[in-house]
């Protein structure tokens, strides 16, 4: 986590001074630089691993927008959750339309697929609807307690930071995304420790095969 964090703030200070230290220009005011700097900073948000959920914003004159929640700060982005969601994907090599593809040649998931924004840092995510809707969340797997039903079809997550939201997705509907994304965080993983295994298993032949080489060149 630390490292997203500490990349974004080295380059971007870097910019700012960059800005009002040097004598180039685009005949762009000082405090323009550093307003869009700071615009930057809000628009391109990186998913950490301390993120808990992406939720639509609509109390901003109907800009879209996100609100994002993370274990111990929230704040809003202006970007929609699923651009949110594909600028991180971007981030790690791919793309979000790259991440749903691979869901599906692993899992077979095809509808609301769960995606893995970054397997080696456990980033899995899921949308509460198609992530064509604009009243589509997404929601970090690791980051979930417990789920309760509630009234008006509604349901409620509570995350293990204590932190509660209530969805206006259905409570069966819920329970099956967590579980999808569950079983496709397990296929992955499990894809990964077999490959991981299997290059172990070559260096330590290899090295077997070197050390004879050495043995018998004596």
Same mark, same amino acid.
């Given at each position: 986590? *630390? ?15 960059? @800005? ?68 991180? @994907?971007?981030?790690?090599? *791919?793309?979000?339309? +790259?991440?749903?593809? +691979?869901?599906?040649? !692993?899992? +077979? ?26 009243? @589509? ?24 930071? +204590? ?31 077999? !490959? ?12 077997? !095969? ?9």
């Amino acid at each position: 986590m *630390s490292n997203f964090y500490h990349f974004s703030f080295f380059y971007f200070n870097f910019l700012l001074n960059y @800005c009002l230290t040097s004598n180039f220009s685009f005949n762009i005011r000082k405090d323009d630089y550093i307003r869009m700097l700071n615009e930057y900073l809000i628009t391109h948000h990186e998913i950490t691993p301390l993120t808990m959920a992406i939720l639509p914003n609509y109390k901003e004159n109907n800009v879209k927008s996100s609100h994002v929640l993370e274990e111990s700060r929230e704040y809003i982005v202006h970007s929609t959750p699923t651009k949110v969601i594909d600028n991180a @994907c971007k981030f790690f090599g *791919s793309s979000l339309k +790259g991440r749903i593809e +691979g869901t599906r040649d !692993i899992s +077979g998931i095809t509808h609301k697929s769960p995606i893995a924004v970054d397997p080696s840092s456990g980033m899995y995510f899921f949308p509460t609807a198609s992530p064509m809707n604009e009243s @589509c969340s997404w929601i970090a797997h690791s980051h979930i307690d417990q789920i309760f039903p509630k009234e008006n079809n509604q349901t409620e997550i509570l995350f293990k930071n +204590g932190k509660r939201i209530l969805f206006d997705v259905s409570y069966g509907s819920m329970v099956n995304q967590v579980h999808r994304t569950a079983q496709f965080r397990y296929s992955l993983e499990d894809r990964i420790k077999i !490959i991981r295994s299997n290059l172990l298993n070559n260096y330590q032949h290899q090295s077997q !095969i070197n050390d004879v080489q050495m043995y018998d060149n004596k």
